[in-house]
């Protein structure tokens, strides 16, 4: 009995180390992405929705590179709001230019006031909207392990677009074919980045700062007002330098972008805030490719995983302290 008493406290406390390193790995995604059947209402088309798994967390995505649920730090087997980090959206954009057999300079946008390539989009509203979009689907969203990938074309530009989700964040690399027999130039591409720290229903939209600096936005989770922080907070950065930016409140921001406007803001913005990047990939030659990635990242506090790790520790020191010679 003395060898039992002596050996349980161990036993328990490695089981704590155990459990604590091994539960993120236990969790199981069955469908968390909310299911897109009633957008096809009214006429409009439908699109699909896949959850991309990995490091612990769940993105949902379209085809378009469009998002409306992020899960950072929990995997649920259905939709939960407050667990959704994406108060609004993450949504890619397009525009460009060519010459045609006239001599004249042509701009083509992405079929929409905002030239976001994805026909839904949410505005902050937690409601997705039919926006219209002129770019078409070639090759559905599937997703293999943690990796999701699609191919979407508008006019003979052709987009491959592969995310990856990691522990902490996640890639979105987009790569432009042109198979026009003419070359593009001034060729723009742009995200729309509505993140909140807080969930969308975890005290408020009035919750969390956003600010631009260095081309990185940067979301930080606030505490005030009952505010139960789900990320510590939030970036989004492109893999060059962006041409400008645009920085405000959602409403505000989605004015600008409809309205060509960018303040090149700073902040930080308090509340609902969101920001549009652009970024000038220059000329696109008929035939060439070229490429751009988008990076994601949350900073996700597991204060259940902590206490494990602590109590187990803790199991073990008192075990180590019994077991020493009394002097």
């Known amino acids: 009995m003395t060898n039992i008493k002596r050996v349980l406290?161990?036993?328990?406390?490695?089981?704590?180390?155990?459990?604590?390193?091994?539960?993120?790995?236990?969790?199981?995604?069955?469908?968390?992405?909310?299911?897109?059947?009633?957008?096809?209402?009214?006429?409009?088309?439908?699109?699909?929705?896949?959850?991309?798994?990995?490091g612990g967390q769940t993105y949902c995505q379209s085809a378009y590179g469009w998002s409306d649920s992020w899960f950072p730090s929990s995997q649920p087997s259905s939709y939960v709001q407050s667990l959704d980090a994406l108060s609004g959206d993450n949504a890619p954009g397009v525009s460009y230019s060519y010459i045609d057999s006239a001599g004249a300079t042509r701009n083509v946008g992405s079929g929409n006031s905002y030239n976001l390539i994805s026909p839904w989009l949410d505005g902050g509203t937690l409601d997705a909207n039919h926006i219209g979009s002129a770019w078409q689907v070639t090759s559905d969203i599937s997703v293999s392990g943690n990796v999701g990938t699609s191919k979407i074309a508008l006019n003979g530009l052709n987009l491959l677009i592969t995310t990856t989700v990691f522990s902490g964040g996640l890639t979105e690399a987009f790569q432009f074919t042109n198979d026009n027999s003419y070359g593009i130039t001034d060729l723009l591409f742009s995200d729309y980045f509505n993140f909140h720290?807080?969930?969308?229903?975890?005290?408020?939209?009035?919750?969390?700062?956003?600010?631009?600096?260095?081309?990185?936005?940067?979301?930080?989770?606030?505490?005030?007002?009952g505010c139960t922080p789900i990320v510590k907070n939030g970036t989004m950065s492109g893999s060059k330098a962006p041409l400008e930016w645009d920085l405000g409140l959602t409403a505000d921001v989605l004015s600008d972008i409809a309205n060509d406007i960018y303040n090149d803001a700073t902040g930080p913005?308090?509340?609902?805030?969101?920001?549009?990047?652009?970024?000038?990939?220059?000329?696109?030659?008929?035939?060439?490719?070229?490429?751009?990635?988008?990076?994601?990242?949350?900073?996700?506090?597991?204060?259940?995983?902590?206490a494990l790790v602590a109590g187990g520790l803790l199991m073990l020191g008192l075990v180590i302290r019994r077991r020493r010679p009394i002097a």
């Open 9 to 54: 406290p161990v036993v328990l406390g490695v089981l704590g180390l155990v459990a604590a390193f091994a539960a993120p790995a236990k969790a199981n995604v069955v469908g968390p992405c909310l299911s897109n059947a009633a957008l096809g209402a009214g006429g409009n088309p439908a699109i699909s929705l896949l959850p991309i798994n990995g």
């Open 197 to 225: 720290p807080d969930g969308s229903d975890g005290g408020g939209n009035s919750c969390g700062t956003t600010s631009v600096s260095g081309g990185t936005v940067t979301t930080v989770a606030g505490t005030a007002g």
């Open 269 to 306: 913005i308090t509340g609902d805030a969101a920001a549009y990047l652009t970024w000038d990939l220059g000329a696109l030659a008929e035939g060439q490719t070229t490429s751009f990635i988008i990076t994601k990242r949350v900073n996700v506090p597991e204060p259940g995983s902590l």
